[in-house]
């Protein structure tokens, strides 16, 4: 069993950036992946970011390349989403997740492909 704990949610004016922290606990060794999605209001959850635990690998969604950045430390068992130069439209309710399937053909960018998630943290940009 994975818990994941997410922090650094807050209000932040468009241009601004934030740091998303996503402590991780229980059996951390299984995951496969780690992952960032978000939801706004009305919408469907989406994909932002994901690291493969295998090689560190990262991929990004589109609408956030060149802007955020996912990283880990595994000594600390924390996963990371560096957001720079955000936009109104980033404001969201954003969620880590594990993924303990292995596959080298996953991108692991589908919410079904995770297995555990946190509970998210808020996040809102102002214009």
């Known amino acids: 069993q994975v818990r994941l704990v997410e922090s650094g949610g807050g209000l932040v004016q468009a241009g601004g950036s934030l740091r998303l922290s996503c402590a991780a606990s229980?059996?951390?060794?299984?995951?496969?992946?780690l992952g960032w999605f978000r939801q706004a209001p009305g919408k469907e959850r989406e994909f932002v970011a994901r690291?493969?635990?295998?090689?560190?690998?990262?991929y990004y969604a589109d609408s956030v390349k060149g802007r955020f950045t996912i990283s880990r430390d595994n000594a600390k068992n924390t996963l990371y989403l560096q957001m720079n130069s955000l936009k109104p439209e980033d404001t969201a309710v954003y969620s880590c997740?594990?993924?303990?399937?292995?596959?080298?053909?996953?991108?692991?960018?589908?919410?079904?492909?995770?297995?555990?998630w946190g509970q998210g943290t808020q996040v809102t940009v102002s214009s």
């Open positions: 997740a594990a993924a303990t399937y292995y596959s080298s053909t996953y991108y692991y960018t589908s919410s079904i492909q995770y297995d555990y």
């Open positions: 690291i493969r635990g295998s090689d560190g690998s990262t």
């Open positions: 229980g059996g951390t060794s299984s995951t496969t992946a």
